[in-house]
């Protein structure tokens, strides 16, 4: 069992920047991969980003590249997602999530999910 907590979100002004974290305790969390996701009023989760066990491999939604960095700290059991360059559509609730196997970018699989944390974006 991985028990997840979400933390870091908020209002900012658009063009701003958060840094969401996750927070994993339970099993070994270095064994598996994370995701963040992101779902919004009338709208379906979507993947934002994904990071490898190890940190090497990241994915991020086209959406979010080059504004939104994911990484880990498997000493610490912590994931971020540093959002900069805030707009107004990405306003919405984020979901940390953890696996340990299969595709990473689809939210299907996911063993793990935390309880969420809005982030809203005022223009």
């Known amino acids: 069992q991985v028990q997840l907590v979400e933390s870091g979100g908020g209002l900012v002004q658009a063009g701003g920047s958060l840094r969401l974290s996750c927070a994993a305790s339970?099993?070994?969390?270095?064994?598996?991969?994370m995701g963040w996701f992101r779902q919004a009023p009338g709208k379906e989760r979507e993947f934002v980003a994904g990071?490898?066990?190890?940190?090497?491999?990241?994915y991020y939604a086209d959406s979010v590249k080059g504004r939104f960095t994911i990484s880990r700290d498997n000493v610490k059991n912590t994931v971020y997602l540093q959002m900069n360059t805030l707009k107004a559509e990405d306003t919405a609730v984020y979901y940390c999530?953890?696996?340990?196997?299969?595709?990473?970018?689809?939210?299907?699989?996911?063993?793990?999910w935390g309880q969420g944390t809005q982030v809203t974006v005022s223009s």
């Open positions: 999530a953890a696996r340990r196997v299969g595709t990473i970018t689809t939210q299907y699989g996911y063993d793990y």
């Open positions: 339970g099993r070994t969390f270095s064994g598996y991969a």
């Open positions: 990071i490898s066990w190890s940190g090497g491999i990241t």
